[in-house]
C-alpha cells in the first residue's frame, strides 16, 4: 500500500521561503511520476510541480522559477523548495504519487497525501 507523507508546512512572511517534504513508502520515489498539488476552500485542487523517473521536472506557470521539486531516492523522498512565496500561495499543499501526464500536464492520479498547510502573511 503506497503511502505518502507530507511535512514542512507553516506560516511564513511574504518573500520567505519554506520546502515541503513527502516521504514516500510503498513504492519508490523515482519509478513513477511524482509531484504536488494545492488547494484552498472552495477551489479545485491545482497542480504545482512534478518530477519524473528521468528528473524532467513540471511547473504551473505560477510558480515557475519561484519553485523547485526535487527527488532523493535514497531516501524516497520528494521536496517542493518554495522560494519567494506570496500570499496567493496560500494553501493546503498534497503531495502526488502516480501522476499521468499528458503533453506536460496532469491527467490524472493515483496516490494522495494528507496534505500540509502553508500560510504567507505578513
Known amino acids: 500500500q503506497v503511502q505518502l507523507v507530507e511535512s514542512g508546512g507553516g506560516s511564513v512572511q511574504p518573500g520567505g521561503s519554506l520546502t515541503l517534504s513527502c516521504a514516500v513508502s510503498g513504492r519508490s520515489a523515482w519509478s513513477t511520476v511524482m509531484g504536488w498539488f494545492r488547494q484552498t476552500p472552495g477551489k479545485a485542487r491545482e497542480f504545482v510541480a512534478a518530477?519524473?523517473?528521468?528528473?524532467?521536472?513540471y511547473y504551473a506557470e505560477s510558480v515557475k522559477g519561484r519553485f523547485t521539486i526535487s527527488r532523493d531516492s535514497a531516501l524516497n523522498t520528494i521536496y517542493v523548495q518554495m522560494n519567494s512565496l506570496k500570499p496567493e500561495d496560500t494553501a493546503d499543499y498534497y503531495c502526488a504519487g502516480g501522476i499521468r501526464l499528458v503533453l506536460g500536464r496532469p491527467n490524472g492520479v493515483t496516490d494522495w497525501g494528507q496534505g500540509t498547510h502553508v500560510t504567507v502573511s505578513s
Open positions: 518530477i519524473a523517473p528521468d528528473k524532467r521536472t
